[in-house]
């Protein structure tokens, strides 16, 4: 079975600082991996995809099927990044998402 | 992409009585997704809808507390049936587009049982 594991609830940082919000998962084949996010009052959206290797609002996210990571980061938070952040992974051959809990990213000004 | 649509937008029903939730497409998509969310916690998928075929259902969810419909490939509805406050949630239509099948959200339903 598959797991998508984000192992924080929350997390606060200060805007200017780095912030890594954490995705794990467990799949035996090759995964796809996604990061989706949700701005207050507004509709969960697509972020990124670990296919396109691309940066987006300044977020990166890098696969690392050693550690079975796509941990997302960003090397200086804006408050405007304050939202809910969702990891989510497709096995492949099936567009069935399985989606993390989620993480509140806090950035105080 | 995929623009959705939902209806309504928020709702207060009293205890027993039935709320359908509706989903439109602006494009013909494969897999509609029905989701109930709690503000601020994760996505718990109650149901696969494909047109032409019966709603696959997720542990834990029946077709006759959440009959599905999928008259085509734009639109799908969500019942929820005999409603309790425990059925207060978020209700959230999706599609899978894209050439990785990424998702696509609707605004979402609120839903307050009373």
């Known amino acids: 079975a598959q797991r998508v594991t984000q192992p924080e609830k929350l997390l606060s940082v200060f805007k200017g600082a780095p912030v890594e919000l954490k995705c794990n998962y467990s799949y035996s084949g090759s995964p796809e991996l996604f990061w989706y996010v949700q701005y207050s009052r507004q509709r969960l959206q697509l972020l990124l995809r670990?296919?396109s290797r691309e940066s987006i609002k300044g977020f990166t996210a890098d696969l690392n099927k050693g550690e079975t990571s796509f941990h997302l980061k960003k090397p200086f938070a804006q408050e405007e990044d304050s939202a809910m952040y969702y990891c989510a992974l497709q096995s492949g051959g099936s567009y069935i998402p399985t989606f993390g809990r989620g993480t509140s990213l806090i950035v105080h000004p | 992409s995929a623009v959705i649509s939902q209806k309504p937008s928020r709702d207060i029903c009293q205890r027993g009585t039935s709320l359908t939730i509706q989903c439109q497409v602006d494009s013909q998509v494969t897999m509609m997704f029905w989701y109930r969310q709690q503000p601020g916690q994760s996505l718990t998928l109650i149901a696969t809808?494909?047109?032409?075929?019966?709603?696959?259902?997720e542990s834990g969810f029946v077709i006759d507390k959440f009959p599905i419909s999928r008259p085509n490939l734009t639109f799908s509805t969500l019942t929820v049936s005999n409603m309790s406050p425990e059925d207060s949630s978020i209700y959230l239509c999706s599609v899978g587009a894209g050439d990785r099948y990424e998702q696509y959200f609707g605004p979402g339903t609120r839903l307050t049982v009373t």
């Open positions: 670990h296919i």
């Open positions: 809808a494909n047109q032409g075929s019966e709603a696959t259902y």
